[in-house]
């Protein structure tokens, strides 16, 4: 059966780094729901032409855009084993609707790493992350800086701040998360598949927590 985790936690707490090292090591897919909207922004297509103004703002894509665009990305051939799920579901209608298609990938929900830390660290982490533009490797200005400044050290393309990285839009972004992300924490707690990491910690330590608690 495959195997699908979903990665629960605010803008800026390490999802993206971490769902990256889980779907290396699990060898799952990983599937961003915000790399798949700003790669079609990038290529000017029509997904990119609605979603734009959404991102710009730090506010949500409407559920029936987000969850067509999931469905249509699981079901590809890649997908066959499972899913590392970074930034989606972050409504309940979302996470309503990916219990229904995991069901015809005959598979399910089975673990959520909720990821936390509190608003300042959120704060300082977003605003200072840096992303390549080829393929959205993650980087930190003072806590992990490309080797050569500018240049991402996987594919050498060019590292760039994402608009909705700038501290104001973070702190709206942080408050939409508030009113409509967390009560899937509640949902999951409720479904015995919340497993909490501190997100504050350095990167490889989080990683560690992660993986030692998924084992149980
Ligand atoms: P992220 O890269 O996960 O921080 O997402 C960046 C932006 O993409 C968000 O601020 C939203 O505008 C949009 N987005 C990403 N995932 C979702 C989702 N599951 N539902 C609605 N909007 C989303």
Same mark, same amino acid.
């Given at each position: 059966?495959?195997?699908?985790?979903?990665?629960?936690?605010?803008?800026?707490?390490?999802?993206?780094?971490?769902?990256?090292?889980?779907?290396?090591?699990?060898?799952?897919?990983?599937?961003?729901?915000?790399?798949?909207?700003?790669?079609?922004?990038?290529?000017?297509?029509?997904?990119?032409?609605?979603?734009?103004?959404?991102?710009?703002?730090?506010?949500?894509?409407?559920?029936?855009?987000?969850?067509?665009?999931?469905?249509?990305?699981?079901?590809?051939?890649?997908?066959?084993?499972?899913?590392?799920?970074?930034?989606? /579901?972050?409504?309940?209608?979302?996470?309503? #609707?990916?219990?229904?298609?995991?069901? $015809?990938?005959?598979?399910? &929900? +089975?673990? *959520?790493?909720?990821?936390?830390?509190?608003?300042?660290?959120?704060?300082?982490?977003?605003?200072?992350?840096?992303?390549?533009?080829?393929?959205?490797?993650?980087?930190?200005?003072?806590?992990?800086?490309?080797?050569?400044?500018?240049?991402?050290?996987?594919?050498?393309?060019?590292?760039?701040?994402?608009?909705?990285?700038?501290?104001?839009?973070?702190?709206?972004?942080?408050?939409?998360?508030?009113?409509?992300?967390? /009560?899937?924490?509640?949902?999951?707690?409720? #479904?015995?598949?919340?497993?909490?990491? $501190?997100?504050?910690?350095? &990167? +490889?330590? *989080?990683?560690?927590?992660?993986?030692?608690?998924?084992?149980?």
């Amino acid at each position: 059966m495959a195997t699908y985790i979903v990665l629960l936690g605010p803008p800026g707490v390490g999802k993206g780094t971490q769902a990256r090292i889980l779907s290396e090591t699990k060898k799952l897919a990983h599937i961003s729901s915000g790399d798949l909207f700003r790669e079609n922004i990038k290529n000017q297509t029509e997904l990119g032409k609605v979603v734009k103004s959404y991102l710009d703002k730090g506010e949500l894509v409407p559920d029936d855009v987000t969850i067509a665009m999931i469905r249509d990305r699981l079901s590809r051939p890649d997908c066959e084993a499972g899913a590392i799920l970074d930034g989606f /579901p972050r409504t309940p209608a979302q996470a309503e #609707a990916l219990e229904a298609m995991l069901k $015809d990938f005959k598979g399910s &929900v +089975d673990a *959520v790493p909720y990821i936390t830390a509190a608003e300042n660290v959120l704060i300082e982490r977003a605003s200072g992350r840096w992303t390549c533009k080829a393929n959205g490797h993650i980087y930190h200005e003072k806590f992990n800086p490309p080797k050569q400044a500018g240049i991402c050290d996987i594919d050498g393309s060019e590292v760039y701040q994402r608009e909705d990285d700038k501290a104001e839009t973070v702190s709206k972004r942080i408050h939409v998360y508030l009113e409509q992300t967390m /009560p899937l924490v509640d949902h999951y707690r409720k #479904a015995g598949k919340l497993v909490e990491v $501190d997100g504050t910690l350095a &990167v +490889d330590q *989080v990683t560690k927590t992660l993986f030692d608690k998924l084992k149980k």
